[in-house]
């Protein structure tokens, strides 16, 4: 079974601070995927990338970036948390594309 | 840009009735997936549709995709409690390079 491993299940982080999520995926996924999920909102696309160091924006790249320097990890990062970026972030792997997505447990970020 | 709508919103039943979600595309779709969210947890895949008029189904769970593969529909036949979650539609455009999702319909079931 695919296993995708985010770093934390829950971070408390403060407005300004900058912020990393970690995503480790151990089945040799080419695609990986960050969304987040809000209440009546559904799950956004917030960066995706295709292969080590690449990336493309999703819907709501605004405020976030995205590292992928090995295939198995694919990070986002806050560069300067705001409060209105409390969310669970979901980070997914998929082996084509499109392909089914596997997801993660998710990480949820309250920014103060 | 692509916008995928999915109704209702939210929907309660009683064990044993039906349920329907349906999922709206403004632009055709080269493919359509299923993904069931359990309460606290992530989503899971169900399936992926892929040619027109495509109808596939999983035990209780029958899943279409329209003519013109701008619209896809999940129906549940006599629901039971293990049902409760919400149910996402994912598609991809023709010429999209990532799954935009519904906004999900949430069923909750009572015995």
């Known amino acids: 079974d695919v296993k995708v491993t985010q770093s934390s299940r829950y971070l408390v982080k403060r407005t300004g601070e900058k912020v990393f999520l970690e995503c480790v995926q151990d089945m040799d996924h080419e695609n990986m995927f960050w969304y987040r999920q809000d209440p009546g909102l559904g799950l956004r696309l917030i960066y995706f990338s295709y292969d080590v160091k690449m990336k493309e924006k999703g819907d709501i790249p605004e405020g976030y970036s995205v590292s992928r320097e090995k295939k198995e990890r694919f990070s986002l990062i806050l560069e300067s948390a705001s409060t209105n970026q409390t969310s669970m972030y979901l980070c997914?792997?998929?082996?084509?594309?499109?392909?089914?997505?596997?997801f993660g447990n998710g990480t949820r970020l309250t920014v103060t | 840009g692509q916008q995928v709508m999915q109704i209702p919103q939210y929907q309660h039943v009683q064990e044993g009735e039906d349920f329907t979600t349906y999922c709206n595309s403004s632009?055709?779709?080269?493919?359509i997936q299923w993904y069931k969210q359990r309460p606290g947890g992530h989503p899971v895949f169900l399936i992926q549709?892929?040619?027109?008029?495509e109808v596939k189904k999983q035990k209780r769970l029958t899943f279409q995709f329209g003519e013109a593969k701008k619209n896809s529909s999940l129906h549940i036949t006599a629901t039971q409690t293990t049902d409760v979650g919400t149910y996402f539609c994912?598609?991809?455009?023709?010429?999209?390079?990532?799954?935009?999702f519904g906004k999900g319909t949430t069923l909750s079931v009572s015995s």
């Open positions: 994912a598609g991809l455009g023709q010429a999209g390079t990532a799954l935009i």
């Open positions: 632009t055709t779709l080269s493919n």
């Open positions: 997914a792997s998929s082996l084509s594309a499109p392909g089914a997505l596997h």
């Open positions: 549709l892929v040619k027109s008029g």
